[in-house]
């Protein structure tokens, strides 16, 4: 079984190095810039894991990271995976 990770994050780099490092460990691997990306990525497809910048735009036209975006998000992921999904916050 591949193990399938969503990476949210919205510095193009950083986001590069997490998705090869995700990659590299052979697991399959979807990224976003922005909150409602994720969004959009979450409800149609299942993940794993989450590797979740915490300081987040809701949209990626709006380059205004926020903690708050980014803690509102991961109460989403609780309500959908609960609590025992396994997520990794970045900031």
């Known amino acids: 079984m591949t193990l399938r990770a969503l990476v949210i994050e919205d510095d193009p780099h950083i986001k590069d190095v997490v998705t090869d490092i995700v990659e590299s460990l052979r697991h399959e691997c979807d990224a976003a810039d922005c909150q409602d990306e994720a969004r959009r990525l979450l409800a149609t497809t299942a993940y794993d894991y989450f590797l979740l910048d915490l300081e987040i735009p809701v949209k990626s036209d709006r380059s205004i990271?926020?903690?708050?975006?980014?803690?509102n998000l991961l109460d989403e992921l609780v309500s959908l995976y609960g609590r025992q999904s396994p997520g990794v916050g970045m900031t």
């Open 65 to 71: 990271p926020r903690l708050q975006n980014g803690l």
